[in-house]
């Protein structure tokens, strides 16, 4: 027995598939970029502190250690460097690897302070 299916229903299913298509199946919350050389900031910063930034970077006591590292080794881009620094290197080995559809930037070393905002970083002490 076959049953016929009214045109409508076929229209129907496909913008249903189509809706289905269009959602995201993998959001990784926890992307950790990174910049690969402290002068890649300077461009963002006020030239005032460009001398105490190349001298002393972040200046922020913060960070993981661990005496086998906390970034993944997959994530070090091919002509090396710091893990998460080179966007291309993280859409192939990452992103499309694990058929991600989107990320959420969180950051590395001095990017991941921006992630800090209640940790009491930003308060003086007077």
Known sequence: M???IPSIYSEIYKDFIRYLEAIPNVIDADVHNAIAHNKDLLPYLPKVWHDCWLSAGPGYCGGWHSPVGVMRKDAIPDGGGIPGSDPQHMLKHHFEKYNIDYGILTGSGILG????SESGLW???D
């Open 2 to 4: 076959y049953v016929v």
């Open 113 to 116: 302070i921006s992630t800090k």
């Open 123 to 125: 308060e003086r002490g």
